[in-house]
């Protein structure tokens, strides 16, 4: 019964540092979602993937980098962190049922980001 | 584009009282509604959702009506209840790039606090 697992949790990177995000569903989604949660501004989408192998930018792609090799998984990548990239992270997924707009999304516990 | 306004909170309330968080939304077409809500140190769950003008979304005891004449979908709950303090996110399904991937855009959320 796991859903969405996020990993890390937690976790503190100098500016210039890089990671990854690994996002894990196995509800066999299609669509899986990254977005960023900053005080005061919701949640806004970072990238999007409709299926293995295709990804695509969002609202806020700037500084982050996603693959999807497997159904699966997700993972958004931090290539050089900088302190406007402190957030808290969700991923997401949605079963994929093209022009279906009321699906619900499996959101992830989170991943909190602090960059110094 | 696309947006949803909430209420800004935080909202602090005593056991027993009545709720409302107020959502309005900018659309073209006739979008999915939803709420989601937050409870500390967790992911997003959907609490509700409404799919065309006139339904009503309702779980454990909170109701929203979709009402396009307003552009609203507005929250309530006539009791509330301690457990019921979290982050409460109104959110439109809205269609990005191709597939029929659709995300989900969020107003900027609601803390609420039930004090017994």
């Known amino acids: 019964n796991a859903g969405v697992t996020q990993t890390p949790k937690f976790r503190v990177l100098k500016t210039g540092q890089s990671m990854t995000l690994l996002c894990a569903q196995d509800m066999n989604h299609e669509y899986m979602y990254w977005y960023r949660q900053d005080p005061g501004m919701g949640l806004r989408l970072i990238h999007y993937s409709v299926g293995e192998g295709t990804t695509a930018k969002g609202e806020v792609p700037d500084g982050y980098n996603v693959s999807r090799l497997k159904k699966q998984n997700f993972l958004l990548g931090l290539e050089s962190a900088a302190p406007s990239q402190t957030s808290v992270y969700f991923c997401a997924s949605q079963v994929g049922l093209s022009g279906r707009s009321n699906t619900e999304a499996f959101f992830g516990q989170g991943t909190r980001l602090t960059v110094v | 584009g696309n947006s949803v306004t909430q209420m800004e909170g935080p909202v602090t309330l005593s056991e027993e009282a009545f709720l409302t968080i107020n959502c309005t939304y900018t659309?073209?077409?006739?979008?999915?509604l939803f709420w989601y809500v937050q409870y500390p140190g967790e992911g997003l769950q959907l609490l509700l959702k409404a799919t065309k003008a006139d339904d009503k979304g309702s779980n454990k005891g909170f109701e929203a009506t979709y009402r396009k004449e307003t552009t609203s979908f507005h929250l309530e709950k006539g009791s509330v209840q301690v457990s019921d303090s979290a982050v409460y996110f109104c959110a439109l399904s809205d269609r990005v790039g191709f597939q029929g991937a659709q995300k989900l855009v969020f107003g900027q959320g609601t803390r609420l606090t039930i004090n017994p």
């Open positions: 659309a073209t077409g006739y979008p999915s």
